[in-house]
């Protein structure tokens, strides 16, 4: 066994007065991970499919960070429990166990390691249309995550495919499957606005049959080189399904992580962000133009960002905008340069149950900026407007 374990960082919680960190972690290989749980817990069957919750004594301002990986000290586990989590409790959708750790880590940054991307095809556009006329945009309740479609008379697109974290594996499968049951005849296209859990992760509960329906599959060029990930598009080819990683864009402003504009057709625009740290800023945004309205679908791109790119493209549209990372903190919003340039503002927020207190810290500029209280799938589940 080595004396290092590298682990993934994809999120964490902590209360202000709580005495534990939770983090959301992944393991470099499937190998490493096996020799890691036979070393500590040889009762338990490592899942390369699913992340882990692991759980350290709170070190202050000392914590891992999302989107980084870290090469840990076996020594740190010396004193260590591990519970599995049945496939009927909460959050059994996206974990297999929680891995508790005694030892209190002082300074995780001396363990801060640097992995190289996948080797997977890259691709420098992305050319998304419909032929058929445009009809709703439904904000689909999902929990606290992120699941978006925009129906045509004969076509789908889907962007993010996103649950909670609290869902059990049923509820993610039953989700999939009650979306699906109404898709029929229709060609559909997916979009991942970023590698995150509560964007990606009902994309790994698609059978043969649903997989089948898809003609393609998008999604930013930097997704983590970890063991859910890779098994997720493992999952893909096994099904001959077409996935295209889009590459970031280039113009920089500074070093800045800003959007540019990356294809343009009569019906969507597509937005990418130049290379960066940050996944949440890392990421595709799609304006839709409808006849009625214009849809921002951001992800968890901030408002200033998101902004930027789209002034002066649908000046005196009627918008609707998806809010971005599910109503919390996600830059500045400026209510006057919003309001200014769009004829009205309609938002919708996809929230569920969290530990976050979303939608609370912006929920009163988002009043303000729609001049109402907003829409959210946690009030009135599935969202359906006219566009």
Known sequence: MRSQIN????SYASKKSGDIVEYTIDFDTV???????QLFFPDFKYNPNKFYNLRTPNSGRHRMFSGSWYSLPTSIFEQVEYEPIDEEAEGSGGYAGVIKVKNRISNFTDYLA??????????????????????TLMVVDCGQGNWNEIHAEKELLIYDMGASS???????KNLVDSRFSTFKGKTIGIIISHWDMDHFQALRYLDNKQLSQISAIYGPSNIPTSNVYRSTIEHLNANNVQYKLIAPTTKRNGRAINLNQLS??????V???VNGSSRNQTGIVLAIKGNLKVVLLTGDHHYEKIF??????????DIILVIP???????RLSISNWQSEFNTIECAISYGLNSYNHPNQNIGDIIALQSAYPETTFDYGNLVFNI
């Open 166 to 172: 609290r869902y059990t594996s049923a509820q993610i």
């Open 325 to 331: 990372h599910h109503g919390g903190n996600a830059g």
């Open 271 to 273: 937005y990418r962000s």
């Open 31 to 37: 190998e490493n991970a096996k020799n890691f749980f």
């Open 308 to 317: 930027s790119v789209i002034d002066q493209q649908y000046t005196n549209r």
């Open 264 to 269: 343009t057709s009569k019906t969507v625009d």
């Open 7 to 10: 682990i993934y960082v994809e």
């Open 114 to 135: 640097i992995f190289k991307n996948e080797e997977y095809e890259v691709y420098e556009d992305i050319d998304i249309d419909f032929s058929t006329k445009l009809q």
